[in-house]
């Protein structure tokens, strides 16, 4: 049962413009989401995070939105560089999740120079 | 900075064979965590240790055992391996009482098995 979703496994946008990741969870229990980034034959790195509590985070190219109602969450990159091209997943916690995560499948984004 | 270390970073492995992964964390870092990912699949959490205790405990097989030693590196062992089992399998590492986002994953290690 897949509490987190990804559902673009892929993203091109061009250098310098908005780049938008989307994801859904079903859970209504997790209370923390998480965004890694994750480059080839590399672990994936923390990115940004936002709790339950707030709406909004941002850190900054990178913000990340919450909308509780509707369980998603995007994480926005503006502008968009060559270097953020990489599989960003996003992952919750919380409930009787304890410390682990749930994470989405991943949305591989390429930004063109 | 020192980060997690995994080894080996590649393995390759007949069906039913065993295999034994090992993970160290960072430095004074007492929360060692496993999870796997498959092939076009996200990180599936397997189990955490806490302490030299195991703490949380997911999707891990029973064909699949894991340590944390009294240094707070840990092993994950996998006996009589699958076609299945053939994955990228993460480590992390995190202080007790850190909230999720402070683990800390290593490069992993990608595990097939033939």
């Known amino acids: 049962d897949q509490q987190v979703k990804q559902n673009s496994p892929s993203l091109s946008v061009q250098e310098g413009r908005i780049s938008i990741l989307n994801c859904d969870y079903t859970?209504?229990?997790?209370?923390?989401f998480l965004w890694y980034k994750k480059y080839p034959a590399e672990g994936p790195t923390f990115l940004i995070s936002?709790?339950?509590?707030?709406d909004k985070n941002e850190d900054g190219r990178f913000t990340v939105f919450l909308n509780k109602s509707a369980k998603h969450l995007s994480l926005h990159i503006v502008p968009s560089q060559p270097g953020d091209s990489a599989v960003y997943f996003c992952?919750?916690?919380?409930?009787?999740?304890?410390?682990?995560?749930?994470f989405g499948t991943g949305t591989s984004l390429t930004v063109i120079p | 900075a020192a980060g997690v270390i995994q080894s080996p970073r590649h393995l390759i492995k007949e069906k039913r064979e065993t295999a034994t992964l090992k993970c160290y964390p960072i430095?004074?870092?007492?929360?060692v965590y496993w999870y796997q990912q498959g092939p076009g699949q996200d990180p599936q959490f397997l189990i955490s240790?806490?302490?030299?205790?195991?703490?949380d405990k997911g999707s891990i097989p029973d064909r699949f055992s894991a340590q944390q030693f009294s240094d707070y590196h840990s092993e994950l062992n996998m006996s009589s391996l699958e076609l299945g089992d053939s994955a990228l399998y993460f480590c992390?590492?995190?202080?007790?009482?850190?909230?999720?986002?402070?683990?800390?994953f290593g490069p992993g290690t990608r595990l097939t098995v033939t």
């Open positions: 992390a590492s995190s202080h007790k009482l850190a909230r999720a986002y402070e683990q800390y």
């Open positions: 859970n209504s229990m997790f209370d923390y």
């Open positions: 936002i709790s339950s509590i707030k």
């Open positions: 992952a919750a916690n919380g409930g009787k999740g304890g410390n682990q995560f749930y």
């Open positions: 430095p004074r870092h007492d929360t």
């Open positions: 240790f806490y302490e030299k205790m195991q703490s």
